[in-house]
C-alpha cells in the first residue's frame, strides 16, 4: 500500500491549491523547476496541490514552498538563469515591474485527478486562476480527500547546495 499525502502534510502551513500549465509541472515534478515565478502571491512559506491546466489536467502535484523571494525582476530572473537555466529576458518580461520566486522544496506526484473527480467532492470545484485556500471550512471535503490520495516520487529539492547561489545574486535575503 503506498502512502498518502497525508503523510507529508503539515497542519501548520497554509495549504493552497494552484495552477500550472503542463510543461512547468512536468519540470517541477521532475526537479528541473525549483523556482516558480509569479507576480503576486503568498508572502510565507506553504504548501499545495497543483493542478495542472489542459485537456489532461487534473491536480496531479503536492508541493512544498518556502517563503517567496522577493528582488528586482533582474534579480529573479538572473537566478532562475542560474538555478535552472531559464531565459532571463522572458522572466523580466513576465514580471513587468514586480514579482518574486516561490522556492520549491519538495515534491510529490498524485495520479491525475481530474476536474469531475473533483467535483464529486466539492460541487463548486474550478480550476483556480490564481490560487485558493483548502484550509476553508467549506473546503475541507476537498482537503481530505485530497490528502488522502497516494503519491510516487517524492523528491527533495536541495536547497542548502544552491543558497551560496541565491545569497550570491540576492544578498542575505534569507536571514
Given at each position: 500500500m503506498r502512502p498518502t499525502i497525508q503523510t507529508?502534510?503539515?497542519p501548520n502551513l497554509p495549504t493552497i491549491l494552484f495552477s500550472l500549465h503542463p510543461l512547468p509541472t512536468e519540470q517541477i515534478r521532475l526537479?528541473?523547476?525549483v523556482l516558480e515565478y509569479r507576480k503576486h502571491f503568498l508572502k510565507h512559506?506553504?504548501?499545495g496541490f497543483v493542478h495542472?491546466?489542459?485537456t489532461h489536467g487534473g491536480v496531479t502535484l503536492f508541493v512544498r514552498c518556502a517563503q517567496p523571494l522577493s528582488a528586482?525582476?533582474?534579480k529573479l530572473a538572473e537566478l532562475g538563469q542560474q538555478l535552472q537555466h531559464d531565459d532571463p529576458q522572458a522572466i523580466e518580461d513576465y514580471l513587468g515591474m514586480a514579482g518574486v520566486a516561490i522556492p520549491i522544496s519538495a515534491v510529490a506526484t498524485l495520479p491525475t485527478l481530474p476536474a469531475q473527480t473533483l467535483r464529486t467532492i466539492d460541487s463548486t470545484?474550478?480550476?483556480p486562476r490564481t490560487f485558493v485556500y483548502l484550509d476553508k471550512p467549506q473546503k475541507q471535503d476537498l482537503l481530505a480527500?485530497?490528502?488522502s490520495q497516494p503519491y510516487t516520487n517524492y523528491l527533495e529539492n536541495d536547497w542548502c547546495a544552491r543558497i551560496k547561489t541565491v545569497r550570491a545574486i540576492l544578498g542575505d535575503c534569507l536571514d
Open positions: 507529508l502534510y503539515d526537479g528541473e523547476k512559506a506553504f504548501q495542472m491546466t489542459g528586482t525582476p533582474a470545484f474550478v480550476p480527500f485530497l490528502l
